[in-house]
């Protein structure tokens, strides 16, 4: 699975939107690339995942760049509750059993 | 976290006691990962099972760490004769499709 690169921190002003980047400049055709947050010592918690196209749910979105090689998680209008450690991990779609690799993702702290 | 279900949440176990941590995943997920992260650091795999299976136990230590997930019941992560130096949390993640789901984790402290 490709390695990714994400900042170590980051803040955001309430009620703002959070743009979390991730660089995985190696990934390759077949890996997806997933997002988890853990918000304090709590379990990690599944945000969204895509391939190719950008994805919404009712959490996030996720904006992949055309060549694939960074991505963008945005949070569009932060809480002081989304103040968490995020997680941006790609995984091959054939190794859909895999594990899922944490890195040190990034401490997001969401400020009144 | 989506109805994952780990217990104890709390654990106190004097040094060279065992520790039974349990993992009952979502209904229909057949697979099942557990994690340790230790304080102030990040989550490290240990290993995968699928019903009755060990996939990958590549991040399981060689000595007095086990897991099963038996056919019947919840998944299971044994660590016989504690260390000060296993106090831990300890998520299970469950999985039926491409997205894996945490549970709340198991606090483990040796005392």
């Known amino acids: 699975d490709a390695k990714t690169t994400q900042p170590t921190s980051m803040d955001c002003a309430e009620g703002r939107a959070a743009n979390l980047p991730c660089n995985h400049s190696?990934?390759?055709?077949?890996?997806?690339v997933y997002w988890y947050r853990q918000i304090h010592s709590q379990g990690p918690q599944y945000i969204i995942h895509?391939?190719?196209n950008n994805e919404t749910n009712e959490m996030a979105s996720l904006i992949i760049t055309e060549d694939r090689k960074s991505s963008t998680l945005i949070l569009p209008h932060a809480t002081l509750r989304d103040t968490a450690v995020y997680y941006c991990?790609?995984?091959?779609?054939?190794?859909?059993?895999?594990?899922?690799?944490f890195g040190q993702g990034t401490e997001l702290s969401v400020k009144p | 976290n989506a109805g994952v279900m780990q217990n104890p949440r709390h654990l106190v176990r004097r040094r060279g006691q065992e520790a039974r941590l349990r993992c009952s995943p979502m209904k229909g997920h057949s697979h099942v990962y557990w994690y340790r992260q230790l304080p102030e650091e990040g989550l490290k795999f240990m290993v995968y099972l699928q019903k009755e299976n060990i996939i990958d136990e590549s991040g399981m230590p060689k000595e007095r760490f086990s897991a099963e997930f038996p056919k019947e019941g919840p998944s299971i992560l044994r660590i016989q004769q504690v260390v000060r130096g296993d106090s831990a949390a300890y998520f299970c993640?469950?999985?039926?499709?491409?997205?894996?789901?945490f549970g709340q984790g198991t606090r483990l402290t040796v005392v």
């Open positions: 991990i790609v995984r091959a779609v054939y190794n859909q059993g895999g594990k899922l690799i």
């Open positions: 895509g391939l190719k």
């Open positions: 993640a469950g999985r039926a499709g491409t997205e894996a789901f």
């Open positions: 190696t990934i390759s055709g077949n890996e997806y």
